[in-house]
Nanobody, 115 residues
Framework: QVHLVESGGGLVQPGGSLRLSCKASGINFRLYSMGWYRQAPGNQRELVATINNDGNQNYADHVKGRFTISRDNIRRTLYLQMNSLKPEDTAVYFC?????????WGRGTQVTVSS
């Protein structure tokens, strides 16, 4: 069973930084594309960034230049470095993957950007 556990969220002031982590188990991590997504209250879940098994990255326009997705295949961990955070980045952040033809998600970690 695929199990994804996010951590690293919290309260940060505008302009600050956070680094999110997502530990994976039950999956041959290095073979799969992984992604970060977020969901703000009243909004649908949206893509933040993805990274494939070759390390190629894609970003949503609203985070380009501020966020960096990376992975450590030995530790089976996905990361999201978030810099220059804005209040509109406030959301629950989820990591996810598609395994066996179905999506898997963690429970998410709350990120709040506020002064």
């Amino acid at each position: 069973q695929v199990h994804l556990v996010e951590s690293g969220g919290g309260l940060v002031q505008p302009g600050g930084s956070l680094r999110l982590s997502c530990k994976a188990s039950g999956i041959n991590f290095r073979l799969y594309s992984m992604g970060w997504y977020r969901q703000a209250p009243g909004n649908q879940r949206e893509l933040v960034a993805t990274i494939n098994n070759d390390g190629n990255q894609n970003y949503a326009d609203h985070v380009k230049g501020r966020f960096t997705i990376s992975r450590d295949n030995i530790r089976r961990t996905l990361y999201l470095q978030m810099n220059s955070l804005k209040p509109e980045d406030t959301a629950v952040y989820f990591c996810g993957t598609n395994y066996g033809g179905r999506p898997f998600w963690g429970r998410g970690t709350q990120v709040t950007v506020s002064s």
